[in-house]
């Protein structure tokens, strides 16, 4: 059987497959960051699809951290409820169920907001100029990120992954570009991570030794910003605090169109995963089950997150297995008249 869907193991968590669906904005929660029917249909639907691992879009750890109206949160213990069901749902599909939480930051797209960052630096020119971040203000930040998990580990989910990319608060701290400070969180590189170190010991208390990952932003695509280079430092540490994967998208430092192309952020999952000897997930753009197996088969990444063909095609993982020329697992009820992917034996 091909890697890309064969089963694979993260710390004794299980997966049926190597597919991950990566989180998306999907801005359809309640204006309370309430989980609701949309959701329950949306996820199920991939979870019935057979998906090995499914992330929801990111889980706000603070009503003003949402990256824009109608996500979902994970602020409050009242989200538990909803939660819960969710990852019960998915699991009775076989999906397991990833829970990525974040802070939008300076790019948080909400009205009559005074925005947070490192360093008051907009993100366009005609952005708002956000608030920099007192020092003293930190642990409290610190705190949200570590209630969230406790959050997530009693609402059932199955991975844990701090979204530390795209421009969003921890990100903004990374970053020569947005952070600019000259305190203990900014300056050398050791000191833009530290709030990152800080949140994942935090989350570790809550979270315990499951399956943790960080998802980066692996390059600014702007001089003097971030490049995958920078993240083997970077990833070094993040391994030395228990990271068990490093999810690896990029940009959203500044607003700069990038030339994307399938599997473009490919290279930066390889060279953390070869130099660092640390487990990486490869993202952007990986539209068929031949290449996203060529990503494993080549060493390259251990699983494979599918965004945006897998809201074109709730199935991507049979789509996949068509492709491959392979037979999987599928529910029972679709099994009654068969097609090219069915086990005719079934």
Known sequence: MSLLL?????????????VVMSPMCMHMAAD?????????????????????????????????GRIGAGDLGIWSDAHIVGLKALT???????AKAGAQIGHAGRNADLPNLIHIAPSAIPFTETSPVPRAIAAEEIPGLVKL???????????????????AAHG???????????????????????????????VLEEVKTHW????????????????????????????????????DLIDCSSGGIKMIKVQTYPGYQVPAAEL???????????VGVIQSGRQAEDILQNGRADLVFVGRQMLRDPFWVRTAADDLKE????????????????????
């Open 168 to 198: 969003y608060l921890l990100s903004e701290f990374l970053s020569p570009l947005a952070n600019t400070r000259d305190d203990e969180y900014g300056g050398d590189a050791k000191r833009r991570y530290r709030f990152l170190r800080e």
């Open 88 to 94: 019960e749902l998915l699991h009775s599909f076989g």
């Open 32 to 64: 309370d960051g309430f989980v609701t029917d949309w959701h329950r249909v949306h996820y199920g639907a991939r979870a019935l699809g057979q998906a090995g691992l499914i992330f929801p879009e990111t889980l706000a750890v603070h009503a003003d």
């Open 145 to 163: 990120y570590g209630d969230a998990a406790r959050r997530a580990s009693e609402a059932g989910f199955d991975v844990l992954e701090i979204h």
């Open 272 to 282: 953390l995963r070869k130099e660092l000897h640390i487990a990486t997930g490869a």
């Open 6 to 18: 064969s089963p694979h193991e993260i710390k004794g968590l299980k997966l049926k497959n190597r």
């Open 208 to 243: 315990g030794d499951r399956p943790l990952f960080v998802r980066i932003s692996s390059s600014d695509y702007a001089e003097g910003g971030n490049t995958p280079e920078s993240f083997l430092e970077y990833g070094r540490w993040m391994k030395e605090q228990g990271v």
């Open 327 to 346: 037979i999987i697992e599928i529910p029972a009820a679709y099994t009654r008249y068969g097609s090219v992917w069915l086990d005719t034996k079934a």
